[in-house]
């Protein structure tokens, strides 16, 4: 019990300081004490260490995964000179057998309140609301970089809540998923985004009424959404989301 409250405990204020910062690096507060570097965040992220100090059975195939994912961000660090690949693909890995409750708890606690107060303060004018043109169409960035920071910070919101309550509030969180959708192609012209947020309303409902699928369904659901965003240097996946977003956009 005292080693399951120390896992949780450690995972959550890691993973928390980790999004906290990563979250605010796309908002237009970005800057002062707020700004905090990879190489900080990377401190940050070696006190997962502490997890091991507790028996943990990890099969060998992680190892070898997690050796290759680390050497390619270490390879990806000597040829660009960012530690950003390697902060969380370190992250990744130290999170073995960590509580996927927990992770996905704390990143809806942290992500929606730093959306929510940014979204806020941009309406108050406290913070810009940077507009982008395209055509004749207006995108509104509400307190973030780029109105598509925005739109992808809502969209993982929706599926991680969604994740979460999976057996329940199917009607609340299928009409607020349609109007989120709505209001991010009207208000940011995100169309991919949009598109996203409807498709991962119907796979969810799909979901809630065949509950008998297994679980691994639902995971690889949230991987091949996620896995095209962070794994930049996949060409074949890059070239995929760069001819859909090209077609929603035209």
Do not use: W
């Not at 195939?61 to 040829?79: G, R």
């Amino acid at each position: 019990m005292i080693k399951m409250k120390f896992d949780d405990l450690l995972v959550g204020v890691v993973v928390s300081i980790v999004i906290f910062f990563n979250t605010i690096s796309t908002t237009m507060l970005n800057k002062g004490f707020l700004h905090v570097g990879a190489s900080s965040l990377i401190v940050v992220v070696a006190l997962l260490l502490l997890r091991f100090f507790y028996k943990i059975t990890i099969p060998y195939h992680y190892l070898i995964l997690s050796a290759m994912l680390l050497l390619v961000a270490v390879m990806v660090y000597i040829k660009t000179d960012k530690l950003n690949f390697l902060v969380y693909s370190l992250l990744m890995v130290l999170l073995v057998n960590a509580d996927r409750k927990v992770i996905l708890k704390t990143y809806v606690g942290v992500v929606g309140t730093i959306v929510f107060t940014v979204f806020l303060l941009s309406l108050l004018k406290v913070v810009p609301n940077l507009q982008y043109s395209r055509g004749a169409v207006i995108r509104n960035s509400f307190g973030f970089i780029y109105p598509t920071d925005f739109a992808a910070h809502c969209f993982y919101l929706y599926v991680a809540i969604s994740y979460l309550l999976k057996d329940r509030y199917i009607v609340l969180r299928s009409l607020s998923g349609v109007l989120l959708a709505l209001f991010i192609m009207k208000f940011c012209d995100a169309r991919m985004n949009a598109i996203s947020l409807l498709v991962a309303v119907l796979l969810f409902l799909f979901f809630y009424f065949h509950k008998r699928r297994k679980k691994v369904e639902v995971v690889s659901f949230i991987t091949l959404f996620g896995h095209p965003f962070f794994n930049r240097n996949d060409l074949f996946n890059l070239s995929l989301l760069l001819v859909i977003s090209t077609l929603c956009s035209n």
